[in-house]
């Protein structure tokens, strides 16, 4: 095996993790696959034989990408970040896919990411969700490693007011097809059973084509009897919606003629939903990739 192959072989033993880090900077499954080949470009090109750790300077890598990523995009969604929703990851993903595992970073969460600055996200998703040290940190951020600590421990304080579902995906999986029998039946009652009486409902469209302008149309709706007024909006597409896996959880997913439509994840807390992410982005769901 030469020196190229070699590489190689390294590089693919860490894409996986390197796609989650990736993932979680920048909340685009096509994005961070651009990180990510941008790291194996880097690599290919640099002389690596003095390096000790290779999986930390892949991560190292990674970061300073999505970080020039995040720094690049313009007063980036400054309008439409109310209903903005990442790209949520369809399907179950195999033992080999770190992109969503056991402890699958939910929409509602990526939703409060967005918010963050650049620097206040790269130190919290490192530092908090893989492990990195400050010192490492600061180098990616050219801050010294106090500042960076306040950086992740202001992205922490933004981060601890997100809905976290419940562990018990059984019961989770049970509530979404509840919603979605109650959606399709249009019983205004069972679905004001279903949620939380503050809820939030984040529908992104993008630019909503013609054929789908009907209910694909970007907004935020806030408590349950709004909220009950969309959902209903919603049932003429009840009868191409069916239960899925989105982001390691239940959730629903809209295909029409084979083509996606819509996806749809839910946060639950205490039996009832307290979030509801729904993309609904023709342009964006065309390209998003689906798991087996």
């Known amino acids: 095996?030469?020196?190229?192959?070699?590489?190689?072989?390294?590089?693919?033993?860490?894409?996986?993790?390197?796609?989650?880090?990736?993932?979680r900077m920048l909340g685009s499954l096509t994005e961070a696959e651009d990180a990510v080949q941008e790291a194996w470009l880097r690599l290919s090109r640099t002389d690596v034989s003095d390096v000790g750790n290779l999986a930390g300077w892949l991560t190292t890598v990674v970061s300073r990408v999505c970080l020039d990523m995040l720094r690049s995009r313009k007063s980036r969604r400054e309008d439409s970040l109310d209903t903005y929703v990442p790209d949520p990851v369809i399907g179950e993903p195999g033992p080999e896919d770190e992109a969503v595992h056991a402890d699958a970073i939910g929409l509602a969460l990526l939703v409060v990411l967005e918010t963050l600055s650049p620097a206040e996200r790269l130190a919290f998703v490192l530092h908090d969700m893989f492990g990195v040290g400050f010192d490492e940190i600061a180098a990616i951020v050219d801050k010294s490693p106090a500042a960076t600590r306040q950086l992740a421990s202001r992205a922490r304080r933004r981060v601890q007011g997100a809905p976290t579902s419940d562990a018990d995906v059984s019961r989770q999986r049970a509530i979404v097809e509840a919603f979605m029998a109650a959606s399709r039946g249009g019983d205004f009652e069972a679905l004001l059973e279903l949620l939380d009486p503050e809820v939030v409902l984040r529908a992104d469209a993008g630019g909503a084509s013609a054929e789908f302008a009907g209910p694909a149309v970007s907004k935020l709706v806030r408590g349950a009897r709004a909220v009950v007024e969309q959902a209903l909006?919603?049932?003429?597409?009840?009868?191409?919606?069916?239960?899925?896996?989105?982001?390691?959880r239940p959730g629903a997913v809209t295909v029409v003629n084979g083509r996606l439509m819509g996806v749809m994840e839910v946060t639950v807390v205490d039996g009832r939903i307290t979030e509801i992410n729904i993309l609904a982005d023709l342009d964006r769901l065309a390209v998003l990739p689906r798991s087996a």
């Not at 030469?2 to 996986?16: V, W």
């Not at 909006?233 to 390691?248: C, D, H, I, K, Q």
């Open 1 to 23: 095996m030469d020196e190229h192959e070699q590489l190689a072989r390294q590089f693919e033993q860490n894409r996986g993790h390197l796609r989650a880090v990736a993932y």
């Open 233 to 248: 909006m919603f049932s003429r597409m009840a009868p191409y919606t069916e239960l899925g896996s989105v982001n390691g």
